[in-house]
T-cell receptor, first 114, second 113 residues
């Protein structure tokens, strides 16, 4: 079965630091990849997605992610974080076979200190 | 577009009571998903529907949990009887045909005491 691994459960950064959150998936075929963000007390919102084409995907709020097929990875990056980026970040991959079913990673809690 | 609408936003109930959570997907979306989020287990997919038909309910934890989708604009998740370990945030999400990726609702925070 498809699985998603997020390497860091908790990350603490100071404002202006650079961010990279790791994500690896298990399926070797064609996949669609997503990063969702959940701000405290809110629902999950789509940050960015990769379907095909340029493996470097730019999302909202200055986030980007790079799809590296050979490494089964889709890491999330931001060059300079802000306090408002404090949230939980989820990587997800669609399960092949239709119906749009997404498999989510366990999430990474990011705390940005002013 | 009103988004995915869930009700209630918060529910506090006593152990043994029946709980019904409701979801209205975005109009035109034909897939609907119910997730449960807890600190210990993260996001768990409970069940999903396609064109109102349940496709996979293998994530439903026990027979106490049931879900229905009587039409394209409404779904319910019922817990009967409820237990304290059911306390969690329950999210509903929907997606349109031919598109991968969801829109989530705001969730229902359930507390069973």
């Amino acid at each position: 079965a498809q699985s998603v691994s997020q390497h860091n459960h908790h990350v603490i950064l100071s404002e202006a630091a650079s961010l990279e959150l790791g994500c690896n998936y298990s399926y070797g075929g064609t996949v669609n990849l997503f990063w969702y963000v959940q701000y405290p007390g809110q629902h999950l919102q789509l940050l960015l997605k990769y379907f095909s084409g340029d493996p470097l995907v730019k999302g909202i709020k200055g986030f980007e992610a790079e799809f590296i097929k050979s490494k089964f990875s889709f890491n999330l990056r931001k060059p300079s974080v802000q306090w408002s980026d404090t949230a939980e970040y989820f990587c997800a991959v669609n399960e092949p076979g239709g119906y749009n079913k997404l498999i989510f990673g366990a999430g990474t809690r990011l705390a940005v200190h002013p | 577009d009103a988004g995915v609408i869930q009700s209630p936003r918060h529910e506090v109930t006593e152990m043994g009571q029946e709980v019904t959570l409701r979801c209205k997907p975005i109009s035109g979306h034909n897939s609907l998903f119910w997730y449960r989020q807890t600190m210990m287990r993260g996001l768990e997919l409970l069940i999903y529907f396609n064109n109102n038909v349940p496709i996979d309910d293998s994530g439903m934890p026990e027979d106490r949990f049931s879900a229905k989708m009587p039409n394209a604009s409404f779904s319910t998740l019922k817990i009967q009887p409820s237990e304290p370990r059911d306390s969690a945030v329950y999210f509903c999400a929907s997606s349109p045909p031919g598109t991968v990726g969801y829109t989530f609702g705001s969730g229902t925070r359930l507390t069973v005491v």
